[in-house]
């Protein structure tokens, strides 16, 4: 009788456990949509933070724009477009982002969670760690280059 009602409850778990951990069968989909994002940490030695707006196309291409505030020898603020910018996501809820910003390659390790990205840089020299938020509305463009930052003028 044990055995018959594990066997039950084994079936009615296989919905269940199909929608969450790896079967959930996450994509580059998963994440299409903007997201505003900050990012703060030291670049080699140097204090940094950032905040910026990045796009997930749900095809492995995106567009990122940023305004960082940096330590870097003198104290600046940098406004910068990526040059370009890929990323892909794996079946169980993480991925892994490549982008170029004024000629100087990064990267970025992520984690999906519901409404939000965790995300840290795996890069040489960068000891970092950001979060995005998906945003609730949808972007227009704005006064940076064209960027999507909405209402938001960040200089």
């Known amino acids: 009788m044990i055995g018959i009602a594990a066997a039950v409850i084994a079936v009615a778990a296989v919905p269940v456990l199909a929608r969450r951990g790896p079967q959930a069968g996450f994509s580059n989909a998963s994440i299409a949509g903007t997201w505003a994002w900050s990012y703060s ?10 905040i910026g707006i990045a796009t997930f196309d749900g095809k492995g291409g995106c567009t990122i724009s940023l305004k ?25 809820s993480t991925g892994t982002a490549a982008f ?16 939000e990205i965790s995300f840290v840089s795996p890069d040489q020299g960068v000891v970092a ?5 998906r945003r609730a509305r949808p972007a227009t463009k704005g006064p940076v280059g064209g960027v999507p930052f909405g209402r938001h003028d960040l200089r």
């Not at 960082?68 to 169980?92: F, L, W």
């Open 41 to 50: 940490g030291r670049l080699v030695r140097y204090p940094f933070a950032s």
């Open 68 to 92: 960082e505030n940096s330590g870097v020898k003198q104290a600046y603020d940098h406004y910068a477009d990526a040059d370009s910018c890929s990323y892909k996501v794996t079946r169980g």
């Open 100 to 115: 170029s910003l004024d000629g100087e390659e990064g990267s970025i390790s992520f984690s999906i969670g519901a409404n």
């Open 129 to 133: 760690a950001g979060v995005m938020h």
